[in-house]
């Protein structure tokens, strides 16, 4: 039995978690972890525009630098 999420599945867990900030790191990411035809899987406008709006919504913003009291 294989437990391992699929490639879709593990590029949408990746954009909520907040790791990664572009669709591009995701890719980069699942490459990383093994996945093969990650291009592949990750085809397309509407499938692409949505990861791009969860790692929007979800990577942490920079710290503030003029609140860090240099």
Same mark, same amino acid.
């Given at each position: ?18 790791? +990664? ?5 995701? !890719?980069?990411? *699942? ?15 509407? *499938?692409?525009?949505?990861?791009? !709006? *969860? +790692? ?8 503030? !630098? ?5």
């Amino acid at each position: 039995m294989n437990s391992r999420p699929t490639t879709i599945e593990r590029a949408y867990e990746l954009a909520r978690s907040g790791a +990664c900030r572009t669709v591009s790191e995701i !890719k980069q990411r *699942l490459t990383a972890e093994g996945y093969d035809r990650v291009r592949d899987s990750l085809y397309g406008q509407s *499938l692409n525009a949505d990861l791009r !709006k *969860l +790692c929007q919504a979800h990577y942490p913003p920079p710290p503030d !630098k003029a609140n860090q009291g240099d």
